[in-house]
């Protein structure tokens, strides 16, 4: 199985911050990955999906970058509904495999 | 707009079955590979099993193989996840996503239905 390890595992910022997440492939995925926001209470919802298209309506301050084993989503100015924690998962082979996630707190 | 809503979630005793649905709106759900996806209690996601658009291609993670069964019917616009073998580690909510034809991962998700399995 494809292993998907995300860092952090949560992280503090401010809104307006500047923020990065990594996902890494235990092996090469080109780029079938895609990444989900999950508020408290809530289902997921769909971001990114291979590597760096946005989905409908997500807003242009998500970002999504890499290819292979090495993956990045950057929120670029960080708003109060985006405190949530977010998942990365690989759809390059089956089992479908997601990271552990990475929670978004406010500082 | 596109809605999945599940149902069928509950408390149930280890070793005992129960059968989950989910009910597809406002697009059209024979076009569509459908999954289910779990998330235990404070925990990450958990993909379970995928379907494509006619039944005819399934997959499962292996921890259900055998236990639980992903099947769906167009003409009433449903998906279904018959769990048999229940065990405690199966306690999770679970979620009905749609998958769009060729992209392989999810667009949309339900609001997911909680199953407990507790003696």
């Known amino acids: 199985d494809i292993q998907v390890t995300q860092s952090p595992s949560s992280l503090s910022a401010s809104v307006g911050d500047r923020v990065t997440i990594t996902c890494r492939a235990s092996?090469?995925?080109?780029?079938?990955l895609a990444w989900f926001q999950q508020i408290p209470g809530k289902a997921p919802k769909s971001l990114i999906y291979?590597?760096?298209n946005l989905r409908g309506g997500v807003p242009s301050r998500f970002s999504g970058s890499g290819s292979g084993t090495d993956f990045t989503l950057t929120i670029s100015s960080l708003q109060p509904e985006d405190f949530a924690t977010y998942y990365c998962?690989?759809?390059?082979?089956?089992?479908?495999?997601f990271g552990q996630g990475t929670k978004v707190e406010v500082k | 707009e596109v809605q999945l809503v599940e149902s069928g979630g509950g408390l149930v005793q280890p070793g005992g079955s129960l059968r989950l649905s989910c009910a597809a709106s406002?697009?059209?759900?024979?076009?569509?590979?459908m999954s289910w996806v779990r998330q235990a209690p404070g925990k990450g996601l958990e993909w379970v099993a995928n379907?494509?658009?006619?039944?005819?291609?399934?997959y499962y993670v292996d921890s259900v193989k055998g236990r639980f069964t992903i099947s769906r019917d167009n003409a009433m616009n449903s998906l279904y996840l018959q769990m048999n073998s229940l065990r405690a580690e199966d306690t999770a909510f679970y979620y009905c996503?749609?998958?769009?034809?060729?992209?392989?991962?999810?667009?949309?998700w339900g609001q997911g239905t909680l199953v407990s399995v507790s003696s």
């Open positions: 291979a590597a760096s």
């Open positions: 996503a749609r998958m769009p034809y060729g992209s392989g991962t999810i667009d949309y």
């Open positions: 998962q690989q759809y390059y082979t089956y089992p479908r495999t």
């Open positions: 379907i494509n658009e006619d039944g005819s291609q399934i």
């Open positions: 092996q090469g995925i080109a780029n079938f």
């Open positions: 406002a697009f059209t759900f024979s076009s569509y590979w």
